[in-house]
């Protein structure tokens, strides 16, 4: 099945600083979104993102399908943006059962 | 407007028990996933139902049984609870078409003792 690697696997910052956080994946995909889980362990949706580029705020993510990449832009960051970030990818010939990465850990610091 | 509600939020098992894990969606979405997550280990698949009458296996279906009772409902159900199934679990659905993304569900935790 396809591959899904993240990094860095863990990331610590000061409150205000910049990040960005990768997925690599080894297929073609259909589908790929990030997601956030926060400290309570609730799963939330960011980006869905199959190519392209899109913005949210404080938050930015880029898909370069033909390369097999996915990077995701943290700028200025709070504290409440701590928690763990999941890529999940998914392709046509998979039915499109979402394969996650193992995620990056980011603790902000004020 | 609840999206997808799991139930319950918390257990705690005795080895050899038995229990089902409730999932609905109200988004009239065809597809519904169930995933387990262990520390340092991501989100892992253990079944799917594509569409209403339909399940298939995931990556860890060892241990569990699941029913999409109609389309909103899809539930996991754990026959003989072992402590390696202690785990915290995720329902989620999509709407059937490549181009829409998954909504999870706020999870169980599970302990078995």
């Known amino acids: 099945g396809i591959q899904v690697e993240q990094s860095p696997p863990d990331l610590i910052l000061q409150e205000g600083a910049n990040s960005t956080l990768r997925c690599n994946f080894s297929d073609s995909v259909n589908n790929l979104q990030w997601f956030h889980q926060n400290p309570w362990g609730q799963l939330i949706n960011l980006f869905y993102i199959p190519s392209g580029t899109k913005q949210n705020g404080r938050l930015s993510a880029t898909t370069v399908a033909t390369e097999r990449y996915s990077l995701l832009y943290i700028s200025s960051s709070q504290t409440t943006d701590s928690g763990v970030y999941f890529c999940?990818?998914?392709?046509?010939?998979?039915?499109?059962?979402?394969?996650f990465g193992r995620g990056t850990s980011l603790i902000v610091h004020p | 407007n609840a999206g997808v509600t799991q139930t319950p939020k918390f257990q705690v098992l005795k080895t050899g028990q038995s229990m089902t894990l409730q999932c609905a969606q109200d988004?009239?979405?065809?597809?519904m996933y169930w995933y387990r997550q262990d520390p340092g280990m991501g989100l892992r698949l253990i079944y799917y139902s594509a569409s209403e009458g339909t399940t298939d296996k995931g990556e860890v279906p060892n241990g569990y049984n699941v029913s999409r009772l109609n389309k909103r409902e899809f539930s996991l159900r754990l026959e003989s609870a072992a402590p390696s199934q202690t785990s915290v679990y995720f329902c989620?659905?999509?709407?059937?078409?490549?181009?829409?993304?998954?909504?999870f569900g706020s999870g169980t935790r599970l302990t078995v003792v």
């Open positions: 988004m009239n979405h065809n597809s």
């Open positions: 989620a659905s999509r709407r059937t078409g490549w181009d829409y993304g998954y909504t």
């Open positions: 999940a990818v998914a392709t046509s010939g998979g039915s499109y059962i979402p394969t």
